[in-house]
């Protein structure tokens, strides 16, 4: 996994959304049976887990004191090495080109992770390879896997290792940079798995242990306590991003990422995405994405291929971060809540009656006193459901009903194909994504075309031309125009290489470089 300076990757937000009354009417806060969310822990998802089968284990353990046996001894076996080579070539194809970057920089950015991509001389027809690490959680007796979406995507080839050594080529099922979750598959059947914990049930404090694979040191466990909930740290560059970690102690270090987090049960509560770090290590706490998000944004993807993401429709803010003198201006006395800043037009806030200066409170009769707890509870819905919502205006509490939107405010499903061709404003060019026979055809594993050059920094500082295939950016590869998206809002106010290729010419790598 690669060492970041302050923290090694994570996620953020998802959406927000809220369904009216047709007059608007409003009403003091009453008893509000919910519908539960469509995944539903024993009976949807359970066609590929064994969550049925769920009993408390973990009372026994704290009651009898602590042994971390039972619990490493269940998990380990369900935790793999996940390993991802980056590969280009031919090498003979391009043995007098440059990296711009070179001339850009001062320095090819390209040595620093593989080495001299172009061998020295550059008349070797050979390839040149970069490899990372991470982990990965067995969910299922016939394969499926769930990892990070930063390691799944740090390479154009995924080796999943067992425990038992056994080694296999995994197939990506669909990835969700929003929250930084994927799902690859292995063929093999009769594999142990892990069971999904209520993560909502989980208790600050509470023992818990950390299984993956830091520094290639494989099935690695580590102890310690649930240090905080619903924590976002700003990292994850992707503007719907959704931040809720569980924050324990546990040490987690490069490699650990896409590993388990459990309880002392043995089940899974979480996923290790993050630690916070002044030096690339483990300087005392570790981030994981709780498993009540993962197992809806699993689900999304293994049956339409992308995450169903619903929103309220509104923009939000912890009621903490809001001045005093806004808090007067809407008469708020509360101490916690999530503050409503702005409410989107045709949403289903709009359409509820939520105001600016309303302040949330619950979401089906569970409170929410951060923006994160808010984003996390809407994010196990999806577009179509509706969440009932209590809310503070001008010192009471009201009630309404939700129906909850897409991001084109509708109810629509959203597909692949749908999200197959963009306008991405950044680079002032439209997208598409490329089929898989063109892959094929074209011998690469990813990517996405311009299919279409506007008024941008592609037709102001290069000379690309229309059906160029962008393969990478800033070393990062690209397999959906998200990535593309993700990818430059992340590299704000640096130069830029891009790097993809020609049709006509698939052997040829070209560079670009840009400054955003």
């Given at each position: 996994m690669k060492k970041v300076s302050v923290f090694l990757l994570a996620i953020v937000l998802c959406g927000l959304a809220v369904m009216s009354l047709n007059n608007k009417k409003e009403t003091t806060s009453v008893a509000y049976t919910a519908k539960k969310p469509q995944v539903d822990q024993q009976t949807q998802f359970s066609q590929f887990t064994n969550l049925q089968a769920r009993k408390n284990y973990n009372q026994a353990a704290i009651q009898g004191g602590l042994d971390f046996t039972m619990a490493a001894g269940v998990a380990t076996p369900g935790v793999v090495h996940i390993k991802t080579k980056v590969t280009q070539k031919p090498v003979s194809q391009r043995r007098n080109q440059r990296s711009p970057f070179f001339e850009f920089f001062g320095t090819d950015p390209l040595q620093d992770l593989f080495g001299d991509p172009y061998g020295g001389g550059g008349n070797q027809d050979r390839?040149?390879?970069?490899?990372?690490s991470g982990s990965g959680v067995i969910i299922s007796k016939d394969g499926y896997i769930v990892s990070n979406n930063h390691v799944v995507s740090a390479g154009d080839q995924i080796e999943v290792v067992l425990s038992n050594k056994k080694s296999y080529d995994a197939e990506v099922i669909g990835t969700d940079p929003s929250t930084d979750i994927a799902l690859i598959k292995i063929d093999e059947t009769e594999l142990p798995y892990l069971r999904f914990a209520d993560s909502d049930e989980v208790k600050v404090g509470?023992?818990?242990?950390?299984?993956?694979?830091p520094f290639n040191?494989?099935?690695?466990?580590?102890?310690g306590i649930v240090s905080a909930k619903a924590r976002n740290i700003n990292i994850l560059k992707d503007n719907r991003a959704i931040e809720s970690f569980i924050q324990t102690d546990a040490a987690v270090n490069p490699g650990n990422s896409g590993g388990a987090l459990v309880n002392l049960s043995g089940e899974l509560i979480g996923i290790n995405t993050a630690i916070a770090t002044p030096t690339?290590?483990?300087?005392?706490?570790?981030?994981?994405?709780?498993?009540?998000?993962?197992?809806k944004v699993i689900f999304d993807l293994k049956e339409y291929g992308v995450v169903q993401r619903a929103f309220i429709g509104v923009n939000i803010s912890d009621l903490a971060q809001i001045d005093e003198d806004l808090k007067k201006e809407y008469n708020i006395s509360i101490s916690e809540g999530v503050y409503v800043g702005k409410v989107i037009a045709e949403s289903g806030a709009e359409d509820a009656g939520l105001e600016q200066g309303d302040v949330i409170i619950q979401v089906n009769n569970k409170p929410v006193a951060s923006a994160p707890e808010l984003q996390e509870a809407i994010a196990?819905?999806?577009?179509?459901?509706?969440?009932?919502?209590?809310?503070?205006?001008?010192?009471?509490?009201?009630?309404?009903?939700?129906?909850?939107?897409?991001?084109?405010?509708?109810?629509n499903e959203i597909t692949k194909a749908s999200l197959s061709r963009k306008y991405v404003p950044t680079l002032g060019a439209e997208l598409s994504v490329i089929s898989e026979t063109a892959k094929e055809h074209l011998d690469i594993k990813g990517g996405v075309q311009v299919t279409r050059i506007g008024n941008g920094l592609l037709s102001k500082t290069t000379d690309i031309t229309e059906d160029f295939i962008i393969t990478s950016i800033d070393r990062k590869a690209v397999y959906q125009i998200s990535d593309v998206e993700n990818i430059l809002n992340s590299l704000r106010g640096r130069g830029v290489m891009i790097e993809g290729i020609y049709p006509d010419a698939p052997d040829k790598i070209v560079y670009y470089a840009i400054g955003i």
């Open positions: 390839s040149f390879r970069g490899e990372g509470e023992w818990v242990l950390a299984v993956g694979n040191l494989a099935s690695t466990v580590t102890a690339g290590t483990f300087a005392g706490y570790s981030f994981a994405v709780p498993s009540n998000l993962v197992e196990k819905y999806r577009p179509g459901d509706k969440v009932g919502v209590t809310y503070v205006r001008d010192g009471k509490d009201r009630f309404t009903e939700i129906e909850l939107k897409n991001a084109d405010q509708n109810t």
